[in-house]
């Protein structure tokens, strides 16, 4: 069982930066692909950004694109930070981690889940 912990979550003016961390735990071994979504209440949890672990490939949600960067923190530990940049009013959601066995992609199909951390973003 993969636990994933997700950190950075916050109260942001709009414009501003926040750095979300997410640390796999447990029974670890590395993903194919780690990846961030985010779910506003009523509404279904859409896809943000993943990384693919092999060679470090990203992909982005048109919405975030320039703005939004996902990274992994360290070769050593299976572990990914997303940082956001110029929020938006819009930005604001939980946002969750999400860790997949095999494969990569922008559903909603991964393995395993962080429990979430909020973000706001006032104006």
């Known amino acids: 069982q993969v636990h994933l912990v997700e950190s950075g979550g916050g109260l942001v003016q709009s414009g501003g930066s926040l750095r979300l961390s997410c640390e796999a735990s447990?029974?670890?071994?590395?993903?194919?692909?780690m990846g961030w979504f985010r779910q506003v209440a009523g509404k279904e949890r859409e896809f943000v950004a993943s990384?693919?672990?092999?060679?470090?490939?990203?992909?982005y949600a048109d919405f975030v694109k320039g703005r939004f960067t996902i990274s992994r923190p360290s070769a050593k530990t299976t572990a990914v930070n997303l940082q956001m940049n110029r929020l938006q009013a819009e930005d604001t959601a939980v946002y969750y981690c999400?860790?997949?066995?095999?494969?990569?992609?922008?559903?909603?199909?991964?393995?395993?889940w962080g429990q979430g951390t909020q973000v706001t973003v006032f104006s």
């Open positions: 990384i693919r672990w092999s060679g470090g490939t990203t992909n």
């Open positions: 447990g029974r670890t071994f590395s993903p194919s692909a």
């Open positions: 999400a860790f997949k066995v095999s494969g990569w992609s922008r559903g909603r199909d991964y393995d395993y």
